[in-house]
C-alpha cells in the first residue's frame, strides 16, 4: 500500500490530485512533485523492516506512487550495490570512496527505475501507448518497460545516438524515430506527435513519476549506509532527475524520523561540452540559459537546457555542493582508471563523477578522509556495442 497524498507544484504551491493523469502543473508549467502521508507513514513504518524484502526499488513500496501491486511492470531494477572502491580512492587521496554500480539495471542504466516507475504508475493510470524524447538510455529503457507491459511505444532520439540504444528499441519493438540535432529538437518532434496521439510523453520531469523511481537510490544508499550519510555525492547530470529525486529521498527520510538533518554536498557533474548547470551556478542565477553548440560523446549529459533547473540548482546551493564540468579526454582517462584500480567497466557518464572527484580532492573541496558516493549511472559495456 501507497502512502501517495497528492502532486504539490514546488513553484506556485498549488496542489493537484495524484489520482488522474498529470503532466506539468496546469497553472506556472513547472514540474510536479508526489507528496505523501508522511506522518503517517512515520507511525506505520520501521526503517529495519525493509532488509527482508527483495532487493528492487519496489523495496520502498510503501513511499511510492503505485497504488495496487498489480499494475507494477518491474524486471527487477534497482538495489544496485555501493561497491567501496579503496584503491580507486587512492589514486584520488579520498580514502573512504564509494561507486553505486547502477550499471546492473535492468537496460544497463539507472534509467530503469525512472521508466519502470513512469511506466507503471502510468498503466494504473489506464494509459495505453507511450511517447518519449531521449538522448539514448531513456528511449531504450522505456522501450523495454512498454515491452513488457505489452504497450506501443515511439522513442524519438537524436539521429547520431549511440548504436547500442538504437538496437535496443527496435529488438523491443518500439518505434524508433532518428531527428537531427539533439534531445532538445527530438523533444520538439515528439511533443508534436503527443499531442494529437493520445500516447502519453514520458519526457524528463514533464511527468511526476520518473523522480520517483530515481529517487529509491536516495533511500538505497542511506540504507547501505546504515543511515548516515556520506559527506560528498556525485551525481553526472543530464535533466537531473537522479539528483534532485535522491535529495527529495533524504527529506522524506527525514521527515520519517530514519535520518537526521545532515546531508551531503551534492556536485553536479557535466560534460565541458555541455555545461549550462556550471555556468548558472557559477552567475548566482537560479535558471540555466539554452547552451548551445552542445557537443560531447557522453550521451547522457547532452541535455543543453534541463527543465528542472530550478530544483537542482536549489539542491546544490541549499547542500553547499557545488557543479564541475569534465572534459571528455577527462572521462575517457577516469573510465581507464576504475577499470584498471577496481576491475568495474563504467559508462562514460559515470566516470566523468570520478574525474570531476579528481578536480574536486586536488583543490582540497573533497578532504582525504571524507566519505564519498560516486554515482556509476550505467555499463560500460553499452557504450561498446
Ligand atoms: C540519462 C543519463 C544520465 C543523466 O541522468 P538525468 O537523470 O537525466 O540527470 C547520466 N548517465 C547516464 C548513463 C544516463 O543514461
Ligand atoms: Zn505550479
Known amino acids: 500500500m501507497s502512502f501517495l497524498s497528492h502532486l504539490e507544484c514546488p513553484e506556485c504551491g498549488r496542489n493537484h490530485t495524484a489520482d488522474e493523469l498529470h503532466t506539468v502543473c496546469p497553472v506556472c508549467g513547472s514540474p510536479l512533485l508526489a507528496r505523501y502521508d508522511l506522518s503517517q507513514a512515520k507511525i506505520r513504518l520501521d526503517r529495519d523492516r525493509f532488509q527482508i524484502r527483495p532487493n528492487t526499488m519496489w523495496r520502498w513500496r510503501e513511499l511510492l506512487p503505485v497504488r495496487d501491486e498489480a499494475h507494477i511492470i518491474t524486471l527487477a531494477e534497482g538495489g544496485a550495490p555501493l561497491i567501496y572502491t579503496p584503491r580507486l580512492g587512492q589514486q584520488l587521496d579520498v580514502r573512504n570512496l564509494y561507486i553505486k554500480d547502477e550499471g546492473r539495471n535492468p537496460t544497463g542504466t539507472f534509467k530503469a527505475r525512472g521508466i519502470g516507475m513512469a511506466v507503471s504508475r502510468a498503466v494504473e493510470l489506464g494509459v495505453k501507448g507511450f511517447i518519449i524524447p531521449t538522448a539514448g538510455n531513456a528511449g531504450g529503457a522505456l522501450a523495454a518497460y512498454a515491452a513488457r507491459a505489452g504497450l506501443p511505444a515511439h522513442v524519438f532520439m537524436p539521429k547520431d545516438a549511440p548504436p547500442s540504444n538504437q538496437n535496443e528499441v527496435k529488438l523491443a519493438g518500439a518505434y524508433l524515430h532518428l531527428v537531427p540535432g539533439l534531445i532538445s529538437d527530438a523533444g520538439r518532434e515528439s511533443a508534436a506527435m503527443a499531442k494529437d496521439s493520445g500516447l502519453f510523453d514520458v519526457s524528463t520531469l514533464k511527468e511526476p513519476y520518473r523522480l520517483e523511481g530515481k529517487k529509491t537510490m536516495g533511500y538505497e544508499i542511506a540504507f547501505d549506509l546504515r543511515w548516515q550519510l556520506p559527506d560528498v555525492i556525485l551525481y553526472p547530470k543530464g535533466g537531473g532527475t537522479g539528483l534532485i529525486g535522491i535529495w527529495k529521498a533524504f527529506d522524506e527520510m527525514e521527515q520519517l524520523g530514519w535520518i537526521d538533518s545532515s546531508r551531503p554536498r551534492m556536485v553536479s557533474v557535466q560534460a565541458a561540452g555541455c555545461a549550462p548547470m556550471v555556468k548558472a551556478f557559477e552567475e548566482g542565477r537560479d535558471r540555466c540559459e539554452f547552451f548551445t553548440g552542445a557537443r560531447t560523446q557522453a550521451a547522457g549529459l547532452r541535455v543543453p537546457k534541463p527543465l528542472g533547473d530550478r530544483l537542482i540548482l536549489r539542491a546544490i546551493r541549499e547542500s553547499n555542493g557545488t557543479a564541475v564540468s569534465v572534459t571528455d579526454d577527462e572521462m575517457i582517462a577516469a573510465r581507464a582508471l576504475i577499470a584498471s584500480t577496481e576491475g568495474l567497466q563504467a559508462c562514460l557518464e559515470g566516470s ?24 556509476n549511472t550505467g555499463t560500460g559495456f553499452k557504450d561498446a556495442i
Open 352 to 375: 566523468a563523477t570520478v574525474a570531476a572527484l579528481q578536480k574536486l580532492a586536488a583543490s582540497d573541496w573533497v578532504e582525504p578522509g571524507e566519505r564519498v558516493v560516486c554515482l
